[in-house]
């Protein structure tokens, strides 16, 4: 069975520095796809970036990057330059690719301080 | 990417009754998923839509509670019946993205509070 897991309910972080929020996955599926979504307290949920399980590198978008460690089944987010405006919960998931369903970790609720 | 609209975008509904939630979505889609977060929890896949053939539910979800059409591949429903305050969610749908991509987008979401 597919399982997420982020171990970090909350989570601080100065303006301007950069943050790691961790997630582990187990999968027994070769081929799969790894999610990170942002939610702010207006509830929708923002894609942030995709890692697919064949990807030789991390994948990068903007201030964020994926530090993919397949061998240890982790796929840890990171900000860089944080931002006031990143205060939100942030949703870790993966899809193995052939039945398309996403699973969710239990989320890392991030605050950022001015 | 894939623009996603959501009606109503919130909702106070009495227990008993039903609310039909719509989503649409800006080009063509085979598949559309349903999801619902219930108060500080993270999300639950309810069923997947394809058009043309019945919603397929996951384990915990029928579709005597959950109705869902899809009468389009731009298009779909999720009716929430006889509704009970445990109801209370936000309620998402979701599309693949168009193209050559595995990314995964969400509506804005239908925050549902029973009464």
Sequence with gaps: ?114 | SAVISQKPSRDICQRGTSLTIQCQVDSQVTMMFWYRQQPGQSLTLIATANQGSEATYESGFVIDKFPISRPNLTFSTLTVSNMSPEDSSIYLCSVWGTGLTYEQYFGPGTRLTVT
């Design chain 1, 1 to 114: 069975a597919q399982k997420i897991t982020q171990t970090q309910p909350g989570m601080f972080v100065q303006e301007k520095e950069a943050v790691t929020l961790d997630c582990t996955y187990d999968t027994s599926d070769p081929s799969y796809g790894l999610f990170w979504y942002k939610q702010p307290s207006s509830g929708e949920m923002i894609f942030l970036i995709y890692q697919g399980s064949y990807d030789q590198q991390n994948a990068t978008e903007g201030r964020y990057s994926l530090n993919f460690q397949k061998a240890r089944k982790s796929a840890n987010l990171v900000i860089s330059a944080s931002q006031l405006g990143d205060s939100a919960m942030y949703f870790c998931a993966m899809r193995n690719n052939q039945g398309g369903k996403l699973i969710f970790g239990q989320g890392t609720e991030l605050s950022v301080k001015p």
